[in-house]
């Protein structure tokens, strides 16, 4: 007899175990899902397409780029690429590799003029560095220029810095290792320096050159890693030529007129979610975890009354599980509401103590019936063995 219960409290535990270990090994397959496509999504830019700078037949404006972006120097778009993204300049070239737009640490980094250069792109050779994504994001498309077809068909672009506009014609796509100085140590260079130091420079590799382009006088060089090396570097040399569109200046406030603030460096931008409840920061991880538990105390319940018993269920039956049920539907109703799961994951917002105290009432309501069924049962068992007697 004591061996069979031991067994028994054996089989409980291992089972417990189990579970635990199944329900956290789903969690957290969930949650990598989850944070590789919210990685996938932030490398295309998704945030940040809102502030994309307004270009029409005589003027631009780059009021929310600025606004939204402090360390913003432009916004370059590849034509039929996914390289359309903002231009930011840190205080050296490692500030931005493992930092978004806005400064907060990311693993995608950022689009960046190198340190060195002119902010406003006056200077007459222009180096950006951006990640290579498999998924093709930031600069991961640079790799296909390699092939002939694609240099071909994708030949031109635009470039939105803050005082003026640009039209980019490729010029060639080269290959070479991160420490040529003939292009990552340099703020100038005209077309003759290009033609001896580039073009003829036993260690870079021209891939491709487009014959169309004889002459340039301001460069814009796009830079990333190639997979081959780790010291490996394909680099898309473009020429820049002014649209004669000036970039609108910001219109100074009138007196009494609020002043704008821009983001934070260091924190997201609002996202424009049009709900006036979101502060799309973004959902919050603790709410998830609530509302999940909240909507397990009901289950017992639910098998219960649809089990053999279900016959036999009296009101006093449903009365327990009523309360849970609403609850859950409370807690469900300000998750779907109020969280955009689409934004990064944050453990906590306005929202997380109400949904604590939704699952402390709902755990609150569950013991109740728990320990009234208990004392049901008891009494029955009594009064069976009363009859019995």
């Known amino acids: 007899m004591a061996f069979a219960s031991a067994l028994k409290i054996a089989n409980s535990i291992l089972s417990g175990v189990a579970t635990v270990t199944a329900v956290s090994v789903m969690a957290f397959s969930g949650y990598?899902?989850?944070?590789?496509?919210?990685?996938?999504?932030?490398a295309y830019g998704m945030q940040s397409i809102d502030y994309k700078p307004i270009v029409t037949e005589d003027s631009v404006s780059v009021d929310e780029l600025l606004a939204n972006i402090p360390d913003a120097r432009g916004w370059i778009t590849m034509d039929d690429t996914h390289i359309d993204y903002p231009v930011v300049q840190g205080p050296d070239d490692l500030y931005y590799v493992n930092r978004d737009e806005y400064g907060n640490p990311s693993l995608t980094g950022s689009i960046y003029l190198q340190a060195k250069n002119?902010?406003?792109?006056s200077d007459s050779y222009n180096l950006l560095y951006g990640h290579h994504?498999?998924?093709?994001?930031?600069?991961?498309?640079?790799?296909n220029f390699i092939d002939a077809e694609y240099f071909n068909s994708h030949l031109t672009?635009?470039?939105?810095?803050?005082?003026?506009?640009?039209?980019?014609?490729?010029?060639?796509?080269?290959?070479?290792?991160?420490?040529e100085k003939a292009l990552y140590d340099r703020t100038s260079l005209d077309w003759?320096?290009?033609?001896s130091e580039i073009l003829h420079n036993d260690n870079i590799e021209v891939i491709r050159t487009n014959p169309a382009i004889t002459s340039a006088e301001k460069f814009l060089v796009l830079s990333t890693c190639e997979g081959v090396s780790t010291d490996g570097r394909i680099l898309l040399i473009c020429r820049?030529?002014?649209?004669?569109?000036?970039?609108?200046?910001?219109?100074?406030?009138?007196?009494?007129?609020?002043?704008?603030?821009?983001?934070?460096?260091?924190?997201?931008?609002?996202?424009?979610?049009?709900?006036?409840?979101?502060?799309?920061?973004?959902w919050a991880l603790l709410n998830l975890c609530c509302l999940i538990l909240t909507v397990t105390t009901i289950l017992p319940y639910v098998l219960e009354l649809g089990g053999k018993n279900k016959k036999q269920a009296t009101i006093k039956n449903?009365?327990?599980?009523?309360?849970?049920?609403?609850?859950?539907?409370?807690?469900?109703?300000?998750?779907?509401?109020?969280?955009?799961?689409?934004?990064?994951?944050?453990?906590?917002?306005?929202?997380?103590?109400?949904?604590?105290?939704?699952?402390?009432?709902a755990l609150a309501s569950e013991e109740i019936c728990s320990r009234r069924k208990k004392k049901d049962k008891k009494d029955e068992t009594v009064e069976e063995e009363k009859a019995d007697v």
């Open 192 to 195: 003759d320096g290009y033609e």
């Open 118 to 121: 002119q902010p406003d792109f």
């Open 32 to 42: 990598m899902l989850y944070e590789e496509n919210y990685i996938q999504n932030k």
């Open 157 to 179: 672009g635009t470039l939105v810095t803050l005082k003026e506009a640009y039209d980019i014609d490729v010029v060639s796509l080269v290959r070479t290792d991160a420490y």
């Open 318 to 361: 449903y009365i327990g599980p009523f309360a849970n049920v609403i609850l859950a539907i409370a807690a469900i109703f300000i998750f779907v509401t109020y969280e955009n799961m689409k934004l990064p994951m944050i453990m906590k917002d306005r929202y997380t103590p109400w949904m604590l105290i939704i699952l402390g009432v």
């Open 240 to 282: 820049l030529v002014s649209t004669g569109k000036q970039v609108d200046p910001t219109p100074t406030p009138k007196p009494g007129d609020p002043t704008p603030s821009p983001t934070p460096k260091g924190t997201a931008p609002i996202v424009k979610t049009g709900d006036p409840h979101n502060d799309g920061m973004g």
């Open 133 to 143: 994504m498999d998924n093709g994001a930031m600069f991961g498309d640079l790799t």
